[in-house]
């Protein structure tokens, strides 16, 4: 049936370096929609027998997944909470609890790149469905463990709820790049998703020490976050019917920018391509490395860092550090928004950079109860622009959305590598200064500024290259250029850039299998310190 849609004009590419060419701003400058009256694709039998999906029905699906992401968040957000009262319960240290933390992120650097290509070939509903039946089994063998009050089986019920986790964390995303295309729409998606599992975390992080002194067995703790996950596997199960449905009765949804037609699964396992992503893909993991890293190790610790700045019970510093964390839930959406339709993923890089590296700052320096209040003040309107930006630039730089959930699991893979091996130094660090964080905390500061100096390489590279420019373009600048997108695509796939950009991610990966290499050997470190736990 005819329709009207956006047509991006193709042409060959220039042969130019990536920096920006006067010619490549002139067509900038110039660019234009051309827009006809054109027959749909006939490429397949389904797209003449379904119909577009319709906006209600993609509501529906970031509803489902939200409420699906909220009972992970919440579970999330209780062993940060609960560091203190674990490490008396349990009779283990700085560095055993690091272990601990660092349990689930070991298990997923051994596992995360292949979740993330198996994702890709079968979809993220069906991955959801199985992860998260296996992270509610691993969060029942944890709460049997805080129960009877056992370091060793709380170590393998973490193990256990991690292969769970490893499988749902690309699978959500993976979903919602399928649904909604860079500055139309999988950015406000993000933000509502992220917003969402904020609240989740608040209430978990918040709600912790509560439960535990009212119990009288911090156990129920853990018991609590079973209940959830229960929660959380039944709106599961309704999401994947859910989509059953909605593959059957509509077909794809295309970029109106480039054209490309949006996949939830491959055919087939699609290495090739997640082998030579670009480069600007991984400016953008070189960013989430420092900047991710130093954000979820300090959110780990964070409840503690207030009991003693603060001189303060557990349960009023949960309260403290959830409040800093995650009040700026209701800024995600919104930031979501701001990107979707006005682009500067650039500029949102350089306010989640700085705004870390000031706050680590003043923490690391300003030992004072008004420095450290502020400090957890300027973090959390940090941490909360820091993941929809990051996750919607993967999605940005991309050229294939279909390889999308093995990129997203390298993201994964880097960070939780980074974890290890911050959380392991702080630890360590920690035990050595007398349970005080002076030392710690210049870790995090260090982190943070190495987060710092990415962006300002990004800011400068703006302004030499298209395709790093390109993430600061507006939604109507991304339709109109849409033919400049696919020109660059082409340049550095096929063209006189492909062995070039082949030959940086081939480095950049070969960095990303040494630095999981690196947090395996912290790890096992950890282990081996760790007083024969």
């Not at 577009?52 to 909220?70: D, E, N, Q, W």
């Not at 709820?161 to 993976?174: F, H, N, P, W």
């Not at 994964?412 to 035990?431: E, F, K, V, Y």
């Given at each position: 049936?005819?329709?009207?849609?956006?047509?991006?004009?193709?042409?060959?590419?220039?042969?130019?370096?990536?920096?920006?060419?006067?010619?490549?701003?002139?067509?900038?400058?110039?660019?234009?929609?051309?827009?006809?009256?054109?027959?749909?694709?006939?490429?397949?039998?389904?797209?003449?027998?379904?119909?577009?999906?319709?906006?209600?029905?993609?509501?529906?699906?970031?509803?489902?997944?939200?409420?699906?992401?909220?009972?992970?968040?919440?579970?999330?957000?209780?062993?940060?909470?609960?560091?203190?009262?674990?490490?008396?319960?349990?009779?283990?240290?700085?560095?055993?609890?690091?272990?601990?933390?660092?349990?689930?992120?070991?298990?997923?650097?051994?596992?995360?790149?292949?979740?993330?290509?198996?994702?890709?070939?079968?979809?993220?509903?069906?991955?959801?469905?199985?992860?998260?039946?296996?992270?509610?089994?691993?969060?029942?063998?944890?709460?049997?463990?805080?129960?009877?009050?056992?370091?060793?089986?709380?170590?393998?019920?973490?193990?256990?709820?991690?292969?769970?986790?490893?499988?749902?964390?690309?699978?959500?995303?993976?979903?919602?790049?399928?649904?909604?295309?860079?500055?139309?729409?999988?950015?406000?998606?993000?933000?509502?998703?992220?917003?969402?599992?904020?609240?989740?975390?608040?209430?978990?992080?918040?709600?912790?020490?509560?439960?535990?002194?009212?119990?009288?067995?911090?156990?129920?703790?853990?018991?609590?976050?079973?209940?959830?996950?229960?929660?959380?596997?039944?709106?599961?199960?309704?999401?994947?019917?859910?989509?059953?449905?909605?593959?059957?009765?509509?077909?794809?949804?295309?970029?109106?920018?480039?054209?490309?037609?949006?996949?939830?699964?491959?055919?087939?396992?699609?290495?090739?391509?997640?082998?030579?992503?670009?480069?600007?893909?991984?400016?953008?993991?070189?960013?989430?490395?420092?900047?991710?890293?130093?954000?979820?190790?300090?959110?780990?610790?964070?409840?503690?860092?207030?009991?003693?700045?603060?001189?303060?019970?557990?349960?009023?510093?949960?309260?403290?550090?959830?409040?800093?964390?995650?009040?700026?839930?209701?800024?995600?959406?919104?930031?979501?928004?701001?990107?979707?339709?006005?682009?500067?993923?650039?500029?949102?890089?350089?306010?989640?950079?700085?705004?870390?590296?000031?706050?680590?700052?003043?923490?690391?320096?300003?030992?004072?109860?008004?420095?450290?209040?502020a400090a957890f003040g300027i973090y959390g309107v940090a941490y909360s622009f820091g993941p929809t930006v990051i996750i919607d630039g993967i999605r940005t730089t991309m050229h294939y959305q279909g390889v999308f959930g093995?990129?997203?699991?390298?993201?994964?893979?880097?960070?939780?590598?980074?974890?290890?091996?911050?959380?392991?130094?702080?630890?360590?660090?920690?035990?050595?200064?007398?349970?005080?964080?002076?030392?710690?905390?210049?870790?995090?500061?260090?982190?943070?500024?190495?987060?710092?100096?990415?962006?300002?390489?990004?800011?400068?590279?703006?302004?030499?290259?298209?395709?790093?420019?390109?993430?600061?373009?507006?939604?109507?600048?991304?339709?109109?250029?849409?033919?400049?997108?696919?020109?660059?695509?082409?340049?550095?796939?096929?063209?006189?850039?492909?062995?070039?950009?082949?030959?940086?991610?081939?480095?950049?990966?070969?960095?990303?299998?040494?630095?999981?290499?690196?947090?395996?050997?912290?790890?096992?470190?950890?282990?081996?310190?760790?007083?024969?736990?």
């Amino acid at each position: 049936m005819p329709t009207t849609e956006i047509t991006p004009t193709h042409t060959r590419p220039s042969h130019s370096s990536s920096s920006g060419s006067s010619t490549t701003r002139e067509k900038e400058k110039d660019a234009e929609i051309n827009v006809t009256t054109t027959s749909r694709p006939e490429s397949t039998a389904s797209d003449r027998t379904t119909v577009p999906v319709p906006l209600s029905m993609k509501l529906i699906s970031i509803l489902l997944v939200s409420l699906i992401g909220f009972g992970g968040h919440w579970s999330s957000g209780v062993t940060g909470a609960m560091k203190s009262t674990l490490k008396k319960e349990l009779k283990i240290n700085n560095t055993k609890y690091a272990l601990l933390t660092s349990s689930q992120d070991f298990m997923v650097t051994v596992l995360i790149l292949f979740s993330g290509m198996w994702t890709d070939r079968v979809g993220g509903a069906s991955a959801m469905l199985y992860g998260n039946a296996l992270f509610s089994v691993g969060s029942i063998l944890i709460a049997g463990a805080a129960q009877c009050r056992s370091f060793k089986f709380m170590i393998f019920g973490t193990v256990v709820e991690s292969l769970g986790d490893i499988a749902t964390q690309v699978a959500q995303y993976k979903i919602f790049s399928s649904w909604f295309p860079p500055s139309a729409g999988f950015a406000a998606t993000l933000g509502f998703e992220l917003g969402i599992g904020k609240i989740g975390s608040f209430v978990g992080k918040s709600s912790a020490n509560i439960i535990a002194k009212n119990t009288g067995d911090f156990a129920w703790v853990y018991w609590t976050a079973v209940f959830m996950n229960i929660f959380t596997n039944v709106a599961t199960l309704v999401f994947w019917f859910f989509t059953k449905y909605a593959n059957k009765k509509f077909h794809g949804t295309n970029d109106p920018a480039t054209g490309e037609k949006l996949t939830e699964s491959n055919k087939k396992f699609e290495i090739r391509k997640v082998l030579e992503l670009p480069w600007t893909f991984w400016m953008v993991m070189l960013f989430t490395a420092f900047q991710t890293s130093t954000a979820i190790v300090f959110s780990q610790n964070s409840t503690e860092l207030a009991e003693q700045r603060f001189n303060v019970d557990s349960i009023k510093a949960g309260w403290y550090s959830a409040m800093t964390q995650y009040i700026g839930f209701f800024l995600v959406p919104l930031l979501g928004v701001f990107i979707d339709i006005l682009g500067n993923r650039i500029t949102v890089f350089a306010v989640v950079g700085l705004g870390c590296f000031l706050a680590m700052i003043l923490i690391a320096f300003g030992k004072t109860v008004g420095a450290t209040a502020a400090a957890f003040g300027i973090y959390g309107v940090a941490y909360s622009f820091g993941p929809t930006v990051i996750i919607d630039g993967i999605r940005t730089t991309m050229h294939y959305q279909g390889v999308f959930g093995s990129a997203y699991a390298i993201k994964i893979a880097i960070n939780n590598s980074m974890n290890i091996i911050i959380a392991m130094i702080t630890g360590a660090l920690q035990d050595a200064d007398n349970d005080s964080y002076d030392r710690a905390v210049i870790v995090y500061a260090a982190d943070s500024a190495a987060a710092c100096c990415v962006v300002l390489v990004m800011v400068v590279l703006c302004f030499r290259s298209v395709d790093m420019r390109s993430l600061q373009w507006t939604r109507k600048q991304r339709i109109a250029r849409g033919h400049i997108i696919n020109e660059r695509k082409e340049f550095n796939t096929t063209g006189e850039q492909y062995e070039r950009n082949k030959k940086i991610s081939g480095v950049f990966f070969g960095l990303v299998c040494l630095l999981i290499v690196g947090a395996w050997a912290a790890y096992i470190w950890g282990a081996a310190t760790g007083n024969n736990y």
